[in-house]
Nanobody
């Protein structure tokens, strides 16, 4: 059974950094896309970044250069390192996995298993 769970959210000030982690079980990362999405109040869930089949990384333009996806220290975990956070980054951040293909990695419908989400709040 596939399972994912996020951790590491919290309240920070603008300009601070924060690291989220996504722990997975029941999958081999080289066979899946693992993506981060976020949803701010009153807005649609949007793509943030993806670790594609254990090799490639892709980012939304809004976070490129500030956010970095990497393998975590623990087995089958993937981290999202967020730097220079801004109030507009405030959202619930979700980790999701699925057998996405390159053409739809940014589409939330490509992901079949989701975590419960973790709140990130950036104060100005």
């Amino acid at each position: 059974q596939v399972h994912v769970a996020e951790s590491g959210g919290g309240l920070v000030q603008a300009g601070d950094s924060l690291r989220l982690s996504c722990a997975t079980s029941g999958i081999t990362l080289s066979n899946y896309a693992l993506a981060w999405f976020r949803q701010a109040p009153g807005k649609e869930r949007e793509f943030v970044a993806v670790f594609f089949r254990g090799t490639n990384f892709y980012y939304a333009d809004s976070v490129k250069g500030r956010f970095t996806v990497s393998r975590g220290n623990a087995k089958n975990t993937v981290d999202l390192q967020m730097a220079t956070l801004q109030p507009e980054d405030t959202a619930v951040y979700y980790c999701a996995v699925g057998r996405a293909i390159l053409s739809n990695v940014r589409n939330l419908n490509a992901y079949t298993t989701w975590g419960q989400g973790t709140q990130v709040t950036v104060s100005s």
